[in-house]
């Protein structure tokens, strides 16, 4: 129980409501989510509504459950050094899940790729005839400047919280969520100026999803780093105990490489004959 003295180095969490209502909550943001795409209603609501509540049952969910997960390692004292390895073998397959996820759009993208003198319909070359894409010299490259140096800043934040210092920490840190921010507005300006749409070809539909999902996980990340960044203020990270920011951090670096394999294979390797070097 919070407040009472540990007498081990496992923590055995006190019963809790955010389970059950964290698989409420997404099996709502699901049903929605099918609805929504089937043009379909459910008890009386249209499908986009469905998903929207279940999208804020889930937030709620987060913020509730994560509060209590902050309380108990700043207040509670149970986050031994024996729990913390723990969260970090956790973080690190949560880390390899990811890569897999990544993995499955790679994989539709090279198997169009790749396979594309096959001689199916739509196939003979790739890109596809008609697909006008993105120069990769022009707004995906500032992309990858703007992910590369939030690579350096979100170091920079973690060897100042290492050192104690932590005015670096919080400088470090407001420059790296400035930076995901920064690539958030830039994909956005790039996709509403696609030459191309999700629907109607291989190319638009394998690009849209693997730069898409990739493009959540920067604003998960942008989130993420936001929340260590209040925490920072509020003086929770220690020199030796600070695990939640060291995840984010890892969870950035992970976002940055998956950058630079879709700026490479999709963009520059992908994007045709006329994409494999900058214009004179």
């Known amino acids: 129980m919070a407040g009472s003295e540990v007498k081990h180095d496992y923590h055995l969490v006190d019963p809790s409501p955010w389970p059950i209502v964290g698989s409420i909550s997404a099996f709502v943001m699901a049903i929605g989510a099918v ?3 089937n043009a379909q209603g459910l008890l ?11 999208a804020i049952m889930v937030l709620f969910t987060m913020v509730g459950w994560w509060r209590e997960v902050i309380k108990e390692a700043e207040h509670g004292g149970f986050h031994t050094p024996v729990v913390q390895l723990h969260l970090r073998y956790g973080m690190v397959l949560f ?4 890569v897999m996820f990544f ?3 790679f994989w539709a993208y090279f198997n169009a790729f790749l396979f594309s003198d096959r001689g199916l319909e739509g196939f003979e070359h790739w890109p596809p005839a008609g697909v006008e894409t993105f120069d990769p010299w022009d707004l995906p490259f500032l992309n990858t400047l703007i992910l590369l140096t939030s690579g350096t800043t979100v ?3 973690h060897h100042a919280l290492q050192t104690g210092d932590r005015k670096g920490a919080i400088n470090g840190l407001w420059l790296t969520v400035i930076l995901g921010a920064a690539f958030t507005c830039v ?11 999700f629907s109607g070809n291989i190319y638009g539909a394998t690009f849209f999803m693997a730069t898409g ?17 209040a925490r920072l203020y509020a003086g929770h990270f220690k020199p030796d105990h600070h695990f939640g920011f060291e995840a984010a951090a ?3 670096h992970f976002v940055d490489v998956v950058w630079l394999f879709l700026f490479v294979c999709i963009y520059i390797w992908g994007g045709g004959p006329l994409a494999a070097a900058p214009a004179d």
Not at 48 to 53: D, N
Not at 216 to 223: N, R
């Open 35 to 37: 609805a929504y795409m």
């Open 44 to 54: 009386g609501l249209s499908g986009p509504w469905v998903l929207i509540i279940g």
């Open 95 to 98: 880390i390899a899940s990811e």
């Open 103 to 105: 993995l499955a759009w």
């Open 155 to 157: 170091t920079w934040a």
């Open 187 to 197: 994909q956005i300006y790039e996709y509403t100026h696609a030459a191309f749409s």
């Open 213 to 229: 999902f990739h493009g959540f996980h920067v604003l998960v990340g942008t989130i993420f780093l936001s929340v260590c960044l």
């Open 250 to 252: 890892w969870y950035w």
